[in-house]
């Protein structure tokens, strides 16, 4: 069975490495990725979004609908896992998982984690503000958002985190993100424009429509990061309690 | 024009053995908690590559999302699972 799936892996191999010699060279200008669109985006988007991170604008703006439904994955995996793992007093689980041993409170620890956690959000709403002028955005800071939850529930444990957030507002703030993006989205339809064409808020914000684009990818940047800061943690705390949510790691 | 793509090459060798190391040593581990952790040291190494490639974007999402997060769930699980792993 071993060798079958070495011979397996070897073959894999040395095809994909036939394959990568057909691949174009980093950076290659003539490559077919970067003649049709790169073009166009370097020259215009400064002037039809006013962001000068073209990465942001391509991802939220003229890729916004693949942003959203990316968004919406990360939704469904957070909510897969949670139907998979949660149990509750009503489905009790037959299988009681090994718990690691937990030694008490460790106040370094603890203190460390208080003085951090701040930093890390405030830091993370700072990505997720300046991803107009600098790598970073919604993805990244609702992360780090999350990650600043986990860290809290790591050295404290589940149960203050959850005492600070309750299980039903993330589940509901995770869905509010999907419907806050799609909403910009709609908004737009409704004022007379393709769905996500954030121009349409220009006569109703009385702003120029560069600016409109602008603000209309700060809005959807601020609905995927609530959607990935709540899923992040949901995931956290199903994984690491075993879906109980009594004890973490 | 061609691109010069030798840019970085030094940091390159340095970087690249590493990286199939750390693939490697968190495929025969047999210890879950270990491969956890060499997966995030993984994410860190391609998130250095990124970055030297010059898609910040990516590399930035690689730290937050591979090396950080991800790292602190696969532990999650790891320990809830069997610690030793059969194969």
Redesign the interface.
């Known amino acids: 069975m071993?060798k079958t799936a070495l011979l397996i892996i070897a073959v894999l191999g040395i095809l994909l490495l036939r394959a990568a010699e057909d691949l174009p060279?980093?950076?290659?200008?003539q490559s077919p990725a970067s003649v049709h669109l790169s073009d166009y985006y370097l020259e215009e988007s400064y002037e039809e979004t006013s962001v000068p991170?073209i990465?942001?604008s391509v991802l939220a703006d003229y890729r916004g609908y693949d942003t959203m439904f990316e968004t919406v994955v990360i939704f469904c995996a957070g909510i897969t896992v949670l139907i998979v793992l949660r149990r509750t007093h009503r489905r009790r689980a037959k299988v009681i998982?090994?718990r690691?041993e937990r030694p008490g409170a460790d106040i370094i620890l603890q203190t460390a984690a208080r003085l951090l956690v701040p930093m890390m959000q405030l830091f993370a709403l700072y990505v997720v503000a300046h991803g107009h002028h600098s790598?970073?955005?919604g993805?990244?800071g609702g992360?780090?958002l999350?990650?600043s939850l986990?860290l809290l529930a790591?050295s404290y444990d589940i149960q203050m985190a959850l005492h600070r957030f309750k299980e039903k507002l993330v589940l509901l703030f995770s869905a509010g993100g999907v419907l806050l993006y799609a909403a910009i989205g709609l908004a737009c339809l409704f004022l007379g424009r393709n769905f996500l064409a954030y121009g349409a808020w220009a006569a109703l914000l009385g702003i120029s429509e560069p600016e409109a684009h602008s603000h209309g990818m700060l809005g959807v940047e601020i609905g995927v990061a609530i959607t990935v800061l709540c899923i992040?943690f949901s995931?956290?705390i199903d994984?690491?309690s075993?879906g109980d949510l009594d004890e973490?790691? | 024009?061609?691109?010069d793509?030798s840019l970085l090459w030094q940091f390159d060798l340095l970087i690249l053995p590493m990286v199939i190391i750390c693939a490697i040593a968190a495929l025969s581990f047999k210890d879950l908690v270990s491969c956890a952790v060499i997966s995030g040291a993984f994410s860190f190494l391609m998130c250095l590559l990124w970055t030297e490639?010059?898609a910040?974007?990516v590399?930035?999402?690689e730290a937050?999302?591979g090396a950080?997060?991800s790292t602190?769930?696969l532990?999650?699980?790891a320990?809830?699972?069997k610690r030793k792993s059969k194969?």
Not at chain 1, 25 to 29: I, K, S, V
Request: proline share 7%; charged share 5%.
């Open positions: 071993k060279f980093w950076g290659d200008p991170n990465v942001t998982s090994p690691p790598p970073g955005g993805f990244q992360v780090i999350g990650s986990i790591l992040m995931l956290y994984l690491a075993g973490g790691l | 024009m061609t691109w793509a490639m010059l910040v974007d590399a930035f999402t937050a999302v950080g997060v602190v769930l532990l999650g699980t320990l809830h699972v194969d």
